[in-house]
Each structure stands twice: as structure tokens, then as C-alpha cells.
């Protein structure tokens, strides 16, 4: 018998982290490090179509190999983690860039709040008369007549602690009291005077990365920042891989790997907050949360179907779910927590985009601003006091690392930075100093502009033959070197190249980006002269070149001082809902007067499209600023 | 190994069920009867004390004698089966008193309830404009605009189903909208036209039985009704045994025993119905949910611990917990369905007191009434239009077949009226025309009241030693035989008997019922001329012969017409607050306007209880529709 159940069992050992898992054959190799810990990127979600989970086994293994292979990796016997099957004892080399790192993100957001502080909870402390026989009535009764009301509601959770609290506190207690919709509830109570002490959190769900800051709601100040990949990545790169697996059955392992997610960084920021004080900070002393979140993982977060959302017309089941409390959404605050989920004005402008748009404060400005966040997505917003209008592309992850076969996320070891020489050599900056493994959005972009200027590639973005050894034919086309194999870092397996099928790919980001900026502006019947300011909300504005990014014709022309970055808005819009009444006033008329425009049936937003599929654009007098195509055709020396 | 195990487990059979169960030595044979599915009566939840899960084993049993047992039982093997520990296999004989059997539980109630009826739920049809991509709203936003409002809340259980239930009805659906604290919420969206079916119930949780109605709310028919043990009676069966049970690390069973006897006659009823209409009726059918219990079930049902109930001073958590949904009490109804928890006075003037008062209407009347509920406790109200007045006794369970040896449940089996001859012999009705096994409540004051008019026992409730073959003196007194065993059922292990113990058991019940009434008097300046009516809530008051309670002085002297019957109060108030906002808003008049007096510590009741420890009362002159002390010194012929 026992012999007969270790015959199944193989062990897959995983380097160079030195982690083994046993499996039985079978399991793909993607499969085992998910049990033995390990991240591996899986844009696709583990179906062999992005081919970033490139790992060198060691070892008997069934298929693995794939089209996106190119020769030298065959060569090197580099498969693909998902599709390779582990058929023995293995070793299993992981190639650095199909490893989800620790990689920078964003906690930095505006502070913007107005004093005196309005959280939705407060507390307040009472000494109550104790029970005696001549006036025994019930606790709760008793703690509403020392508040002066008559009733008020408890969620049962918190009520069944009532009694012992008020006892553990010989009837001194400090309740916490939440308004929620216009009416009070006791949140609450707890033995003694703590009313120096009121925590919340306030959360951004990416649909790569969560950020969560512990808030001391008293003093308005960010007692705490953490932040981790969103768990579900290993699920799906993008929002339609994951609604994908939700509907094939992953919907209930979506909503519990996004919570999970955010209760672990709840856990860090309390074990820190605890070490801080030298006394423990607990998750019950949370008492208000604050979430903003694309349309899809609010729904993923709050345990709704995503499947009408995926689909044309992508309907969400509610633009505003609801006020609800922590236990309902799983998450390891005080359980009666209130938690508020900003609003969604469609499928694809979600909660995080209304918290951006409440962070830059445009809404109160006479004059007109553009908002631009480019995430997995792009969303962008027109507007001002009067009116607002939003509207979503569907930018690709190509800026995120996805879809390009160099891309990786902005993280130790991706090329931020780039310039090409004259000898069509590079210089360029890695994040954490290191070697160079892949190049990341901002690189990227300017990798393109300095591909344009130095003649690379052509106004349609094709990459010309060049005589240069940096410029080579293969198979699929021409590519480009970015840098040599023995440059790169240990586990490079040739060299950092971009290839034509690549550079087509964040063209029609590009072209995305600015046909929706474009149409925008086109429909409200502005011109971009009346454009004051362009905001850049999200991770992606943090290392970006703006002019660069003008240049390729992906940010409309404007003079370089009317951008202006806010940093992760949809944080910085939580945290204000969270300590502000007016802030959270401003959310709903942001929601409410926000419109939206649907660029997928809209031909004005296919013709901008279209006419932006060059660099930097069909029309170059709409940039001025953009180098000249001449410039671009003096080639190499 | 095998045969190790098997050594340690032994069959034990219970007849005459035929059912068996396999058990580890050391092991109950009540233990073992729960197991076998067999509910035996423990009182005391299984500590010894009652004496009343006998049993005859048939084996090797260590244990199981008790001073409780008389002679004959111990000479026929009859042993207590919480006492008995298994030591090998075994045959049980189930006593039938100890078996807790189907007994009459009381389903009628009155109905008074205005039209046109008002529910806090109701249904609207809508045909909804399908989403397009031209109009890609939200769902939840979709059906909000039907119906006319910027918003509405919609528990997140409701929310997750509503983009199938719309789309399964190509957009024709019908809204369940439910009216709490004054505001609106969505319950359920069900595809198609339903509005002519409205379900809702309507739950009394007594100590010993529950009764549920199911009822349409559109018509205010009870379409079913269902009645059961509540599941906690093995635990105990008063309110104290369970609250010690609880606090003894047994409530969560406690509630769940509770939930899950709810939930058992939930189904009765919906398979009933479904039956009758030919079509399936679905858990998800019931929309609202009332419930009236004592302040000690309902903190059971909600999941409130009881400990500060118990002990002095008896605070409950909360005399009006809250509104909850259907999902946060573990019912099985719709999830989202609200449920009405009737609002208790106090730790022992409980929401089914609340719901006595409301069904009894006493509270519109100009002139004075009281109210008396005998169960396990008794209740007593006194008031009119202006005013009303609470009390409790503990009345103890000498009415509902405990503390008395021969004391059994209104079911089946039981002597229910009684006379006695001139001969001492009896005469008598038995429930289920059956042969006696032992006398319920209304037997027993029929008894008591016989005694007295033959002289049998005296003013002070005391046993003559008569010269009859009927009046027996053993070792702890007198005992009169109401029957002998050739005449009794064929479990009978002997004479059955009522002991001078037992007389003194119901003496004091009586007393404490009669004392709580003239207190209540007293402290208001009331006089019994001016109560016009004495309304009998509860099961009790269905058997009882009114007339013999008033003469052995434990209900007030006035004229039979005075006296009203409301059956099962509690479940006809619910089922009223169920059907009318009118009743739910004097309900809350009632729990607002309702003072309670507690007795505990009032010298006024003491002084009252001490002169009702006579037959009828030491002041005769109170009681002048009793029987001249003359006659019962006849003595027998």
C-alpha cells in the first residue's frame, strides 16, 4: 500500500529558492510552485497563451514547448510552467522575469481633507449606573438611555459582546458609534476610556497590485502603509482573464484570494502599529473601511458575479452595492465595521477611477482638466465644475509587461529609463541598480520615442532593416536589440530584444489611449487649448517620461507644466472618503454627475483610433512638439 | 486492532422501538437514546434530579439507582437512564413517561388584524427596458429607476442572485420590497409575474413547544401550521437548566437546537404546501418572519448569551435586539427576508408576553383587565388604555408534568379532568381515550381541588391519614392514589399516586400565581371589583377547568364570564405583527408603555405568596365561590 501511493509521488524541487513540493505526475509544473509557494507570472492564468512562466526543468517532463519559445530557449530547454507536466523527480530552474517579485508600488497619494475630520465613526465614553434589581433593564437599553436615545441599532455580532464589555469596565465604556445612511448604530463598545484611540483602513483593490493604510481617524495622519500583489494574479493578468476563471468556476476562490490579500496587509500594518506602541493594536480596533477598486474587483471583493460585466453590453450588477459591514465582506477588522465601496460608473470606470477624480479635485475647478489613468486599462475623464465625462479603452497590459515578449512589471531589474545611442547601442537605468531582465512601461515608451528618432522603426512603427548588428531578421520579422545576453542578468537565456509583433502592440496602446482622449474631447465639443491641466493618476504616471510619451502621440500636446501627477488616486480618494463627510459628499455627486461614454460603439472613437495607429499621429500637426520625421530617417552612424 | 476496538463498543436497544445504537462503554443510556434519535424526558438536562428518564436495562449497567425511585421500581430494575452507565450490550425498556411524545400543542389563536392588511413586505411587477450596450447601467441601478428611486439597498445574499433572476426573466420580474425602520430595501427579485403569492411566518418559541404559521400575507390566511418540541428540551426544560446548559459551554447548541427546530417545521410546512398546490414552494418563498418567545428563547434563537439573566439582578442583553435577516438567525427562509423579534419588558416578561397583550387587546380597553400567562412561568399584566403593569412568578413546571411524581405534559396518555367519589375512588378523562399514565396541569388542579372538597387534604395542602385503601403513608408521608396500576397503561410499574410532596409543589405554584395577581392590584390601588376581564393566554388555559383554579385560590374570585380564553397569544400577536403595521406600532406601545414590577425583592409579593399557601387563602373571605371548609371535613363514606 504504501509503496503503491509513493509511486505517484514525485518531488519537484524549485531554484535557486531551494523549495521542494512533492506531487503526484500529472501536475503541471506551474501547478507545484503554486503549492510549494512560489509565484510564477501567468498572464493568461496558467492556459500557455502569454508565455511568461518560463521555467528550465531538470528532469522527466511531458510537453512544455510552445510557439513563444524562440531557438535559443528551446535550445537551452527553457519550457512553459503550465504546460509542462512533471513526470519524475525534477529540478526546476525559474528564469528571473517569470517570478512575481517585489516590485515598487505606489503608496504615495495627495492629502487633501478639511478640518475639523468627519469619519463615519466617532466614540464617546460613558459611565454607566451598574445593575442593580430595582433597575435592571436590558444592556442595550441601558447603554441608549445613558446615550440619550431611545434606540439604537446593533449589528448581533457586536451585541453579543455587550454584556461582558460593559461588566469587564465596571460600566466605564467607550462606544463607537458609525453613521451610516443618515442614522446612527452602535459599532462598538469597549471597557474603559479609549477615546484616544479610532483606526481605519483605507483600501485601493488593483487588479495587480492592493494597498492598504492604517489611518488614525483622529488625527487624519497615515499611521501605515502595505501593499502585495493582488493574489489573484496568479489567476489571470488582466480583468477578463479573471472574470474568465470566475465563470469557470473561480468565482468564489477570486472573491476569497482579493480578501485574503487585503487581510494580510492588515495583519502587517497591525503587527507593526503593535510593535510600534509596544502594545498590541488589534483588528477589532478597526472600526471604518474605505475601498475604491475597479468595477470588477469591487464585484470579485464583494462576492458578485462578474459574468454580464464581461460580455457586451458589460453590465455590472450594481454601480453602488452598498454600505456593507466587514464580516459580510470576510475581512479580519472589528467584524461590524462598516465599509464603504466607492461607487462604479460602468463596467469599465470603476470605484478607483471616481477615487481619482475625487483625489485631483477637478470637479471643483472652472476650468477644464483631463484625467488620465493608465493602468491594465486606460481611463480617462474630461471635465470640470459643471460636468464630467469618462469613458474607458481597453488599454492592454502592454505597459504592464504583458504582451510584450521583454515587458515586465516596474520592479528590481526592469529598464525604467532608456536611451539609444547613435550606434544604436543603449543606456539606460534599472530599477535596484541590478542587471537588466526586462523592460517596463515607462522603458518602454521610451524605448519607442528613441526607436522613432534614431530611425528604428518608421511612422507606422515597422522596424526597418537596418544595417546594424542591433537590428536582425528572424523568422517573425525584424527585431531589436536592447542589450546583449552577457550584459543581462544570470538567468538571461538570450538577448533583451523588442520585436516588431511587440512595438505593433503598444502602438495600438498608444493609439488607444489618445483616440479616447481625443474622442473625448471631440464629443464635449472642446479643444485641447482649454485643457488647464492633465492629471496622471496611477502607478504607471510615477516613472513616465511625459514628453516621451508626447512624442509617440500617446498623451495629447500640452506644455509639460500643465501635467500633473497625483500618484495612486484611488488611494488617495479612499483615504479622504474615509476621514471626510464632504469628501464622501463630493464622491456620490462625482458618481451621480459623472457620465460615461461607450468607446466600443462609438465610430468617432474608431476613427481617432485609426488615424493614431502612427507616430505620432496621422495628423502631425496636433504635435508640434514631436520631433520631426526627418530626424527620424538620418539613421544610424 | 480490530478486535481491540470492537471490545470497547456495545449494542444498546431500545424497546419497544426496536431501535439500536452502538456506544463506547461509559456511556449514558440517556446518552445512548439521544443517539438512537429517542427523546427521553430530562427535566434537569440529565444531572439526576428530576427522576424522570426511567428506564428498565436489561444488562450489565453500573449505576443508575436515586432516592427518586420508590420500592417498586427498584424491585422491577427501573433505574434513571442519565445515571446508568453502559458496561455491556444491552435491552432498554422506555417507560412511556419518560419519553417525550406527541402532545396536544395549542395552534389556535385569535385574529384580529386590519384591513386593508399591511405587511412590512411587498411585491411590484416590472418589465424592465433589457440593457443594451447604448444603455449598459448596472443591474441593480436598471431595476432602480423602475421603480422610480435613486437608490435602494439590497442585501448582498439578494444582490448576488439579481442579474440571473433578471435576465432568466428576459427583464420581467417582480420586486419584494420590505419597509424597515422606516426605510425601503429590495429582498428579492424573482423572474416573471408572482405578485399573487406573499409568504410569511408567523413563530411562537415556547420553552417546551414551537409553533410556526405559515401564512399568505396577501390574504391573511394561515395556510399551515406546525408545532414541535423545541429540540433544547433534552438540555433541560426550564429556562434556568437551559441558561446553565449554556453557560456551561453549551449555547451555541442551544441556539442551534432552536434554529434548527424552526427550521424543521419551516419544511413541514412548505412540503405541506407544496403538496396541497401542486406545484414546489420554496424556502426562498418566505419573505418575512415574526417571532415572539420569552426574553430567554429569544436570546437562544438570536445567539445572545443569557448568563446575566439568570443571576440577580437578570439583565437581559437587550430587551429589543434588532430587525435581523433570515440569514443572520440560521433560518431557512428567504436569506434576505427580514425578521421581526418581538421586544421583551424584561428578563422574564418576555415578547411572547408582548404578543399576549397585543392579541388580548386588553391595551384599547377603557376598563381594567389582567392577563395571566401559566407556563413554565407565569406572567401576569394588569392595565387598561392608559397604563399597564408586568410581573413574573416563577411558577416552576408543576403544571406542565414537573416536580410532581406523577406529573406529565397535556399529551396523549394524560389525565386532563378529574373527580373524585365518595369513595375515594376516581373519575377521570384521559387525553387519546387511552389507559392513564400520568395527569397534566389541568388534571392536577382538578385533583388538588377534589382533595380539598373530600377532605383529603386540608387547608394547609396536607394529607389526612384517612381510614381508605386510597390514602397510603410511606416513609416520606402521606401519598393518595389516584389510580391503581391494573387500571393504568402496560408500562406502569406501579400505583399511580400524587404524594404529599407533590401537593406542596402545586400549593406553592398556586400561590405564587395568585400572590403575583393581588400584588399587581395592590401596588396599582386596584380593587378586583373594577378588573372587568382576566384573559388566559397560553396552553395551559386550554384544558383547565377555571372554576376548581378558583377554588384552591390561585386564580382570582370573580364571575366565570369575566374569564377569556386567547389560546396561544404569543403566536396570534406575531402572526398580527406579521399581517399590520397598526399591531407592529402598538407593539412597540405596549413594550414602550408596559412597566414591570420585579418580585423578587418586593415585600408586598412575599407577604401575598405567604397567605396563599393555603387552600384557598388564609383570608377565605377572598374566595367566597369556594367550597365551605365544612364540606371537605366530611371526609369519605
Known amino acids: 500500500m504504501a509503496g503503491d501511493g509513493r509511486s505517484k509521488e514525485h518531488?519537484?524541487?524549485?531554484?535557486?529558492?531551494?523549495?521542494?513540493?512533492?506531487?503526484?505526475?500529472?501536475?503541471?509544473?506551474?501547478?507545484?510552485?503554486?503549492?510549494?509557494?512560489?509565484?510564477?507570472?501567468?498572464?493568461?492564468?496558467?492556459?500557455?497563451?502569454?508565455?511568461?512562466?518560463?521555467?528550465?526543468?531538470?528532469?522527466?517532463?511531458?510537453?512544455?514547448?510552445?510557439?513563444?519559445?524562440?531557438?535559443?530557449?528551446?535550445?537551452?530547454g527553457v519550457v512553459l510552467a503550465c504546460l509542462a507536466v512533471v513526470e519524475g523527480d525534477l529540478s526546476v530552474d525559474i528564469l528571473p522575469r517569470s517570478r512575481i517579485g517585489r516590485h515598487q508600488i505606489l503608496t504615495k497619494s495627495v492629502e487633501d481633507v478639511p478640518r475639523p475630520l468627519s469619519p463615519w465613526v466617532r466614540k464617546e465614553f460613558y459611565q454607566l449606573p451598574p445593575a442593580t434589581i430595582w433597575d435592571n433593564v436590558g444592556d442595550l437599553e441601558r447603554l441608549c438611555r445613558a446615550l440619550g436615545r431611545s434606540q439604537l441599532p446593533m449589528p448581533l455580532e457586536a451585541l453579543r459582546e455587550l454584556s461582558d464589555e460593559l461588566r469587564s469596565g465596571s460600566w466605564k465604556v467607550t462606544v463607537t458609534l458609525s453613521t451610516v445612511d443618515s442614522s446612527d448604530e452602535i459599532t462598538r463598545v469597549e471597557p474603559g476610556e479609549t477615546t484616544s484611540q479610532l483606526l481605519g483602513i483605507a483600501v485601493d483593490i488593483g487588479t495587480t497590485t492592493v494597498v492598504v493604510d492604517l489611518v488614525d481617524l483622529l488625527k487624519g495622519e497615515v499611521l501605515g502603509t502595505a501593499s502585495d500583489y493582488n493574489r489573484q494574479i496568479t489567476r489571470g493578468e488582466d480583468v477578463i482573464a479573471r472574470m474568465m476563471h470566475g465563470e469557470?468556476?473561480?468565482?468564489?476562490?477570486?472573491?476569497?484570494?482579493?480578501?485574503?490579500?487585503?487581510?494580510?496587509?492588515?495583519?502587517r500594518l497591525l503587527a507593526g502599529e503593535s510593535k510600534r506602541r509596544g502594545r498590541e493594536v488589534l483588528p477589532t480596533d478597526i472600526v471604518a473601511v474605505s475601498v475604491a477598486g475597479n468595477t470588477v474587483m469591487t464585484h470579485f471583493f464583494?462576492?458578485?458575479?462578474?459574468?454580464?460585466?464581461?460580455?457586451?453590453?458589460?453590465v455590472p450588477v450594481a454601480h453602488r452595492p452598498g454600505f456593507f459591514k466587514a464580516a459580510e465582506l470576510g475581512l479580519k477588522t472589528n467584524s461590524s465595521a462598516r465599509v464603504l465601496l466607492f461607487p462604479s460608473r460602468a463596467g469599465?470606470?470603476?470605484?478607483?477611477?471616481?477615487a481619482d477624480v475625487l483625489a485631483s479635485g477637478m470637479f471643483r475647478s472652472d476650468k477644464l482638466s483631463m484625467l488620465i489613468d493608465v493602468g491594465t486599462n486606460g481611463e480617462i475623464v474630461l471635465g470640470k465644475k459643471d460636468w464630467l465625462v469618462s469613458c474607458a479603452c481597453s488599454a492592454g497590459p502592454a505597459f504592464e509587461g504583458g504582451?510584450?515578449?521583454?515587458?515586465?512589471?516596474?520592479?528590481?531589474?526592469?529598464?525604467?529609463?532608456?536611451?539609444?545611442?547613435?550606434?544604436?547601442s543603449t543606456s539606460y537605468h534599472v530599477i535596484g541598480d541590478l542587471p537588466a531582465?526586462?523592460?517596463?512601461?515607462?522603458?518602454?515608451?521610451?524605448?519607442?520615442?528613441?526607436m522613432y528618432c534614431k530611425g528604428v522603426i518608421d511612422r507606422k512603427a515597422r522596424i526597418q532593416n537596418l544595417h546594424s548588428n542591433r537590428v536582425r531578421a528572424t523568422d517573425a520579422g525584424?527585431?531589436?536589440?536592447?542589450?546583449?545576453?552577457?550584459?543581462?542578468?544570470?538567468?538571461?537565456?538570450?538577448?533583451?530584444?523588442?520585436?516588431?509583433?511587440?512595438?505593433?502592440?503598444?502602438?495600438?496602446?498608444?493609439?488607444?489611449?489618445?483616440?479616447?482622449?481625443?474622442?473625448?474631447?471631440?464629443?464635449m465639443g472642446e479643444n485641447l487649448e482649454n485643457v488647464s491641466s492633465i492629471v496622471i493618476a496611477g502607478g504607471f504616471g510615477y516613472h513616465l517620461d511625459v514628453g516621451r510619451a508626447i512624442w509617440i502621440g500617446m498623451f495629447p500636446d500640452v506644455p509639460l507644466e500643465k501635467y500633473r501627477f497625483i500618484g495612486n488616486g484611488s488611494l488617495g480618494g479612499s483615504r479622504m472618503a474615509l476621514l471626510s463627510e464632504k469628501r464622501r459628499n463630493e464622491m456620490l455627486d462625482i458618481f451621480n454627475s459623472m457620465t460615461y461614454l461607450e468607446l466600443s460603439v462609438d465610430n468617432d472613437f474608431y476613427?481617432?483610433?485609426?488615424?493614431?495607429?502612427?507616430?505620432?499621429?496621422?495628423?502631425?500637426?496636433?504635435?508640434?512638439?514631436?520631433?520631426?520625421?526627418?530626424?527620424?530617417?538620418?539613421g544610424p552612424n
Chains 1, 2 share one sequence.
Open 403 to 424: 504582451e510584450v515578449s521583454s515587458g515586465m512589471r516596474a520592479m528590481d531589474g526592469a529598464i525604467d529609463r532608456i536611451r539609444i545611442n547613435d550606434d544604436l
Open 348 to 354: 469599465y470606470v470603476g470605484g478607483d477611477v471616481v
Open 11 to 76: 518531488m519537484v524541487m524549485f531554484m535557486p529558492d531551494g523549495k521542494a513540493v512533492a506531487v503526484t505526475g500529472g501536475t503541471t509544473i506551474l501547478e507545484a510552485a503554486r503549492l510549494a509557494g512560489i509565484e510564477l507570472d501567468a498572464v493568461c492564468g496558467g492556459e500557455g497563451k502569454c508565455g511568461r512562466c518560463r521555467v528550465r526543468p531538470e528532469g522527466p517532463v511531458k510537453g512544455g514547448e510552445s510557439p513563444l519559445l524562440n531557438d535559443e530557449e528551446r535550445k537551452a
Open 248 to 267: 469557470e468556476g473561480g468565482a468564489q476562490e477570486l472573491t476569497n484570494l482579493v480578501r485574503e490579500t487585503i487581510n494580510g496587509l492588515i495583519g
Open 302 to 314: 464583494a462576492g458578485l458575479p462578474t459574468r454580464h460585466m464581461r460580455l457586451e453590453p458589460y
Open 607 to 634: 476613427a481617432e483610433f485609426s488615424s493614431s495607429l502612427f507616430i505620432p499621429h496621422t495628423d502631425i500637426g496636433r504635435f508640434p512638439s514631436a520631433p520631426p520625421e526627418r530626424v527620424c530617417k538620418e
Open 478 to 523: 525584424f527585431e531589436y536589440v536592447v542589450e546583449k545576453r552577457e550584459k543581462l542578468g544570470a538567468g538571461a537565456t538570450g538577448d533583451l530584444v523588442i520585436t516588431d509583433a511587440d512595438v505593433q502592440n503598444l502602438l495600438r496602446t498608444k493609439a488607444a489611449i489618445y483616440g479616447a482622449c481625443s474622442t473625448l474631447l471631440k464629443k
Open 437 to 450: 531582465s526586462g523592460i517596463c512601461g515607462s522603458g518602454l515608451i521610451d524605448l519607442v520615442a528613441e
